[in-house]
């Protein structure tokens, strides 16, 4: 796994070993308004769903469509799921970068994977909230057959009223004082099946979603998903052909103390993101 600065997503606990549990209470009111929040429902993740089934329905037919070509070249024996580890295997996951996106993946089961992972990143970044920078992101994952029907339908999701209702402004930028923030880290992939011209991917991934700033109505919070990638082999490349997505698996929360507004600021603009491989 590379370092890479273009990206930039109970209160009960079991006391190990003793069979009992220790409950944490709720703060007091009045502190930071990131000591209490209650997470909101992750508006970038609903995006994606939406979006998703549109575009698989759309890409699916123009995927069948293109001719025996393709068809023969994909007519392998789908694989079962498969799982392995995630430890680095000492080999490049890409040999480019396409519109700031990872690009080149390789033919392979893990090539498959690691696009599934970087186009988790990218495509519940906050750059889809500016129209220019969603348009080049689409442009450099989505199946090229499809691409205008792709691109107009992330635009209609990616509207004004979803901006006010996430606190944003009419152009999806954060109001004075505040950093908008939505970025996600992979946590694994699955691969479901895989064939030469065809693979589809499940990644594990733990998002954050929100806007810092005294103000902020709608703080940053955490969230768990998986979403599940479908690809299609261009080629040359894997390209996205839809995207669903489901809650969890969610882990019980730490103890970890809350981060003020500030700090969590500071740590979006500081720390860059990853490229992801298998």
């Known amino acids: 796994m590379s370092h890479d600065e273009g990206y930039g997503y109970d209160d009960g606990e079991r006391v190990g070993g003793t069979g009992q549990t220790r409950t944490r209470l709720p703060d007091a009111p009045g502190g930071d308004p990131y000591s209490g929040a209650r997470r909101p429902a992750r ?62 993946f390789g033919h392979t089961e893990q090539g498959a994977a690691s696009a599934a992972a970087n186009f988790a990143v990218v495509l519940n970044s906050d750059a889809m909230y500016d129209a220019r920078r969603r348009r080049q992101i689409v442009a450099a994952v989505g199946n090229e057959v499809s691409l205008t029907r792709l691109q107009a339908a992330y635009d209609s999701a990616y ?17 004075p004082d505040t950093t908008f ?13 895989y064939t030469d011209a065809a693979a589809e991917v499940d990644v594990w991934c733990h998002g954050l979603f ?23 082999w261009n080629g040359s490349d894997w390209k996205v052909l839809g995207t669903t997505q489901r809650t969890g698996p969610t882990p019980v929360t730490g103890d970890n103390p809350v981060s003020s507004s500030d700090d969590i600021a500071g740590a979006v603009n500081e720390f860059g993101g990853f490229t992801y491989a298998r």
Do not use: C, M
């Open 210 to 232: 929100g806007l810092t700033g005294e103000k902020s109505t709608k703080p940053v919070t955490s969230s768990w998903y998986t979403l599940t990638v479908k690809l299609t």
């Open 181 to 193: 923030v939505s970025r996600t880290s992979p946590v694994g992939t699955k691969v479901l099946s």
């Open 43 to 104: 508006a970038s993740r609903g995006l994606v769903t939406v979006v998703g089934v549109v575009v698989l329905l759309i890409a699916a037919i123009a995927f069948a469509n293109q001719g025996g070509g393709k068809e023969e070249a994909g007519s392998g024996d789908a694989k079962s799921p498969t799982t392995g580890a995630t430890a680095p295997t000492g080999t490049r996951p890409v040999a480019g970068r396409h519109n700031g996106v990872p690009a080149g």
């Open 159 to 175: 509207s004004a009223e979803l901006f006010k209702k996430i606190g944003l402004t009419d152009n999806g930028t954060a109001p």
